[in-house]
C-alpha cells in the first residue's frame, strides 16, 4: 500500500492572519496523534507570510479519509470556508520511491 501524500496552501488576509495561524497550529497535535498519520508538518512562507503549507503523510487513502471526518478538520475546514482568502489541497504521487511500471 503506498503512502498518501497531501500538500495544503492555505492564505489568509492581514486582517484574518493571526486568528487563522492559531486556528492552523491547533490541528498539529490532534492530526499527529491520528491512527495513520505519518507525518504533520506546517510551514509560514517566508517571502509571503499570509501563506501557510500543511505537509502531510498517511499511511493510506482510508486514514487520510478518516482525517477528514475528524472534528478538528471539520471545525478547520468551516473556518477556513468563512476566513481564508484560498485553499488549495493537492493529492501528490512521489517519485522518489522505487515503484514498478508493470
Same mark, same amino acid.
Given at each position: 500500500?503506498? $503512502?498518501?501524500?497531501?500538500? /495544503?496552501?492555505?492564505?489568509?488576509? #492581514?486582517? #484574518?492572519?493571526? +486568528? @487563522? +495561524?492559531? +486556528?492552523?497550529?491547533?490541528? $498539529? /497535535? %490532534?492530526?499527529?496523534?491520528?491512527? @495513520?498519520?505519518?507525518?504533520? $508538518?506546517? *510551514?509560514?512562507?517566508?517571502?509571503? %507570510? #499570509?501563506?501557510?503549507?500543511?505537509?502531510?503523510?498517511?499511511? =493510506?487513502?482510508?486514514? *487520510?479519509?478518516?482525517? &477528514? !471526518?475528524? =472534528?478538528?478538520?471539520?471545525?478547520?475546514?468551516?473556518?477556513? !470556508?468563512?476566513? /481564508? &482568502?484560498?485553499?488549495?489541497? +493537492?493529492?501528490?504521487?512521489?517519485?522518489?520511491? %522505487?515503484?514498478?511500471?508493470?
Amino acid at each position: 500500500m503506498s $503512502l498518501v501524500h497531501i500538500l /495544503a496552501t492555505i492564505s489568509f488576509s #492581514h486582517e #484574518h492572519l493571526e +486568528k @487563522g +495561524k492559531q +486556528k492552523l497550529i491547533e490541528v $498539529l /497535535a %490532534p492530526s499527529r496523534a491520528e491512527h @495513520g498519520n505519518v507525518s504533520y $508538518l506546517l *510551514f509560514q512562507d517566508q517571502s509571503d %507570510p #499570509h501563506c501557510f503549507i500543511f505537509q502531510e503523510i498517511w499511511q =493510506s487513502t482510508t486514514a *487520510f479519509e478518516m482525517h &477528514q !471526518k475528524t =472534528s478538528h478538520f471539520l471545525n478547520l475546514f468551516n473556518y477556513l !470556508k468563512v476566513y /481564508a &482568502q484560498s485553499v488549495d489541497i +493537492k493529492t501528490l504521487a512521489d517519485f522518489n520511491e %522505487p515503484f514498478s511500471e508493470d
